[in-house]
């Protein structure tokens, strides 16, 4: 078959990381897969075996989701807008394909409402349609107004042929966070968690001890590395390795290694090991995105999640919450994070018995492409 997928990443990787995960599922098994990708750009994520294009890239004002910021940092103007829509209109009829999933929307990125619609339009138009699928992950933000999840409903109803809900439902059913009506239930179809392959420890022994600190691929960490510095002075013994990304990963290295003077502390930009340095880690510290919550049970990694609530999040907090009740896994709000609040939580969950790794409910993406491929065959 071939298929798109089209995400766009406004703060941190993970939407485009889990996109591109099920999308080298997909390779793997022989299909033509072209991602479409709206956000900036994110080299350090693995591309193997998928085809990428780049829309515009855009990316959010911080936490605000609405005000949307062009690869030059200004406000995106309509015309800027309408070129994301040409292209991806345009790959659409080029590339023609016969499954087309898109990731999160309608279910969010409501700001790019438009380009989405004018896809899926072109999409319906083309002389053989595909299969439509939205690809959402384990927990949604609630929408914030009845209005929001009665248009999501009609969306689906008009354009896709079905859901899928990355997720376990007995684990984390879709309405625990999002209202979930009948007509929409009819179209879901749980997949389990979509992640790689669990890595293995790193040949070189990279992490092991260690305390890795990590916050995605957005700018939103700061006061996570800010805070571990301080708990590194607290805890002297330890060697702490901070890998920080996002577009401006040099220049926030630089402020924060002036802070970090006459500690244990290694500063990185992140690193595409880092999951073979799980395994080995003494503790990890991030937030709690689903990509981060996956690699955590893999790894079996003891770790303090410090879930992202700026802007009324709900999302990482409860998830957070689940996994809290985990041997070796501890939350830590932000507004109670300070050196020495993270120095003791470290302390608790390394004093623990480590977890051993989960092995089993991984296997999302290859559920996905079954599903996919028996929608494609019924519709033929």
């Known amino acids: 078959m071939k298929v798109m997928i089209v995400v766009t990443h406004l703060l941190g990787t993970g939407h485009l990381s889990r996109a591109l995960t099920l999308g080298r599922a997909f390779a793997e098994q022989g299909h ?39 690869q030059d940092g200004v406000v995106a103007n309509p015309a800027y807008f309408l070129a994301r829509a040409t292209g991806l209109t345009q790959a659409i009829n080029s590339f023609k394909p016969q499954v087309l999933i898109t990731e999160l929307y309608p279910f969010g990125r409501r700001s790019l409402a438009a380009e989405f619609l004018s896809g899926l339009e072109a999409a319906r138009e083309l002389p053989q349609p595909p299969v439509i699928l939205s690809s959402i992950r384990d927990i949604l933000a609630p929408p914030s107004k009845p209005a929001k999840a009665a248009r999501t409903d009609v969306v689906i109803a008009e354009f896709y042929d079905g859901v899928l809900v990355h997720s376990d439902p007995a684990i984390t059913p879709l309405d625990s966070s999002w209202p979930v009506s009948g007509q929409l239930a009819s179209r879901l179809h749980y997949t389990g968690f979509v992640a790689p392959e669990a890595a293995s420890s790193h040949p070189e ?57 006459g500690t244990s502390v290694l500063l990185e930009t992140v690193r595409p090991d880092f999951r073979q340095m799980l395994p080995l880690v003494g503790a990890s510290v991030s937030m709690c995105g689903y990509n981060t919550a996956m690699d955590l049970l893999q790894s079996g990694a003891s770790a303090i999640l410090i879930p992202f609530d700026d802007g009324k999040e709900v999302e990482q907090g409860l998830r957070a919450r689940s996994l809290a009740q985990l041997t070796g896994i501890e939350v830590l709000n932000s507004s109670d994070l300070s050196g020495q609040s993270l120095a003791d939580a470290l302390n608790r969950v390394i004093s623990d018995s480590r977890r051993p790794p989960m092995t089993e409910g991984f296997d999302g993406a290859h559920r996905s492409i079954e599903i996919a491929t028996a929608l494609f065959e019924a519709n033929r």
């Not at 072209?34 to 994110?42: D, I, N």
């Open 32 to 70: 033509e897969v072209l991602v479409v990708s709206g956000g900036m750009p994110a080299p350090q994520l693995d591309t193997r075996g998928l085809s990428l294009l780049g829309l515009p890239p855009l990316r959010s004002d911080g936490t605000d989701f609405t005000r949307l910021l062009d």
């Open 205 to 261: 022994g990279t992490g092991r001890g260690e305390i890795v600190v990590s916050a995605g691929g957005g700018s939103v960490g700061q006061p996570i590395f800010r805070a571990a510095i301080e708990a590194a002075r607290k805890m002297p013994n330890r060697r702490w390795r901070l890998l920080v990304g996002g577009q401006d990963a040099e220049a926030r290295i630089a402020e924060l290694s002036h802070l970090a003077e």
